[in-house]
């Protein structure tokens, strides 16, 4: 089977056909999730899953419905939000898993159960205790199942790169003829390198009868990195789907980077003459997005979407980019969606400007939300000098996170310095009423958040803070995040402001509110003072 049978028509790039066309079946909700401390909320599940529609992604995989409840409603919401894309859900090989993936994916406008089980002789042997024979049986009834929910189903071989040939080419060939219309190949523990990818995929296509009746996917780690040129290398094979994630995100090392994999096919036609559906201008955003929801930070050097990934420092590559700039960029940061830092707007912008400066940028907020995120526009151009687009980005984002927040930063004033103790006072809204606390701590950090967990009491642990600066100069913003865990769940909280203090304190509340916090935890306690 060449092509991609569900997707909406997508248009082929000159010279290229339907058959040169790969599939992105994006992870980031799901095996990126998964990697520890990168969970998501429902709500941000919902925005990632939005921007991932938008951009072109062929294939969201939005969860894993028998992992708990969350992950099932997780995924019955974005299966009805989602306007193009195919909505997968992942399911073991058992008959709950399957039936809550189908109970889920059915509210999509196209649904696709993905569910697989270990094939290698140590998964069979320590994992699931299963003889050949029984794991055999497992793919012919688990995609039997599967396709009493859907005709689109796709089943996986995990492990698939340490099973042995033979038996790899017998549950392929079972699981084609169940009726699965897409056979993963992972590279579950990173181990492949590109030359035996590329033998791997010939030899099933090769091999196994019907396997044109199938798309033949890679889903690679990248323990060795290099699950990029591992998932490349499959594309030579025939593969047409390619299973990655936003920055790389993801059990591990994580898996091939979508922006990676997908610029290289786009820049290297040459080499690599295939096609995707994905509008790369909007990269740039989704990996902000994803970076921030997760509080994993993109390293610096990171290819396409790390800070310096445009940057050219030596004086000889910034000579050669100012007379040509192909001289030391293969690609140009626009193609991405990076725009040059540009100066917007002052303190006497007014609401017009700020509103087409929204709207060039991507965002449209209803009439509540352009008005608080203008206030706070206006309240940071009276306090910083130079107001760039990344700044407004961050405010934007941030008050689109904040709006349905229960509890708010009201005031702030922390004591601070050599002499210590460091002491804060602080001001909260919670459900419409003001309380204020102070608090002595180790560091004016510290003092704060006691300060806060002084008026919302509460057992949660801090495993993350995390400080970095939105654009240069000591009167940058900087962006706070701050993770907390309690009974089991951890969310992470977000918060900017040119004062480092005020965003760490916004991004405590902001995580505070994710727990959601009951509300007879929300009061006045131990000299806080109620409004
Ligand atoms: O890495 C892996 O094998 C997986 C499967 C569930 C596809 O994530
Ligand atoms: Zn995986």
């Known amino acids: 089977m060449t092509g991609f049978p569900h997707s909406e028509a997508a248009n082929a790039p000159a010279g290229r056909s ?12 799901r095996d990126g999730e998964q990697s520890p401390g990168a969970t998501m909320t429902h709500d941000e599940k919902l925005e990632v899953a939005a921007l991932l529609d938008q951009m072109g992604v062929d294939v969201i995989e939005a969860g894993f419905p028998a992992a708990s409840n969350g992950d099932f409603e997780a995924v ?50 320590f994992q699931l205790q299963m003889s050949a024979d029984q794991v055999y049986e497992n793919v012919i009834a688990s995609v039997t199942r599967a396709r009493t929910h859907t005709d689109d189903v796709e089943w996986s071989a995990m492990d698939a790169t340490r099973t042995e040939p033979d038996f790899l080419c017998r549950v392929v060939e079972a699981a084609i003829k169940a009726g699965a219309t897409t056979i993963n190949v992972p590279d579950t523990v990173g181990y492949s390198v590109p030359e035996e990818m590329y033998e791997t995929i010939k030899m099933l296509r090769e091999r196994v009868p019907d396997a044109d009746k199938a798309i033949f996917s890679m889903h690679c780690h990248n323990d060795l990195g ?54 790369t201008t909007m990269i740039t955003r989704a990996s902000r997005l994803v970076s921030n929801v997760s509080a994993f930070p993109v390293q610096y050097n990171k290819a396409i979407v790390g800070q310096n990934a445009f940057a050219h420092e030596s004086g000889i590559h910034q000579d050669g980019v100012l007379k040509n700039a192909q001289t030391y960029e293969i690609m140009t940061p626009e193609s991405v969606g990076v725009r040059a830092s540009s100066l917007v707007m002052g303190k006497h912008s007014g609401r017009h400007a700020f509103r087409e400066k929204l709207k060039e940028m991507g965002y449209d907020l209803g009439d509540n939300a352009f008005e608080d995120a203008f206030n706070r526009f206006k309240d940071l151009a009276d306090r910083k000098k130079h107001v760039f687009d990344e700044d407004i980005e961050t405010l934007v984002d941030q008050e689109i996170a904040s709006a349905k927040d229960r509890i708010k930063v009201l005031s702030l004033t922390v004591i601070a310095g050599t002499g210590g103790p460091q002491k804060a006072t602080i001001t909260l809204e919670v459900d419409g ?54 009974n089991g769940k951890a969310v992470t909280g977000r918060g900017a402001d040119t004062d480092t203090l005020v965003a760490s304190a916004r991004a405590y509340v902001s995580a505070l509110n994710k727990l959601a916090i009951k509300r007879d935890q929300v009061h006045a306690q131990s000299g806080a003072s109620g409004a």
């Open 226 to 279: 290099l699950a990029v040129a591992n998932s490349l290398a499959g594309l030579r094979a025939g593969a047409r789907q390619i299973e990655c994630t936003i920055n790389g995100l993801g059990e591990r090392a994580g898996n091939a980077a979508l922006e990676e994999v997908v610029m290289a096919i786009k820049t290297r036609g040459d080499r690599l003459p295939y096609w995707t559906n994905i509008d």
């Open 76 to 125: 019955v919401e974005i299966s009805k939000l989602v306007k193009n894309a195919v909505v997968a859900g992942l399911a073991r090989g058992n008959p709950k898993d399957i039936d809550r993936a189908g109970e889920a994916v059915r509210h999509a406008r196209r649904g696709r159960i993905h569910t697989f089980i270990g094939t290698s002789p140590i998964h069979r042997q």
């Open 18 to 29: 339907e058959k040169d066309r790969v599939i992105i079946f994006d992870t980031t909700l």
């Open 433 to 486: 009423k003001h309380y204020t606390a102070e608090a002595k701590g180790d560091g004016p950090v510290d003092a704060t958040f006691n300060a806060i967990k002084a008026i919302v009491p509460h057992e949660a642990r801090l495993p993350l803070y995390q400080v970095h600066a939105v654009t240069e100069g000591t009167d940058a913003q900087a962006e706070v995040s701050v993770r907390l865990e309690e």
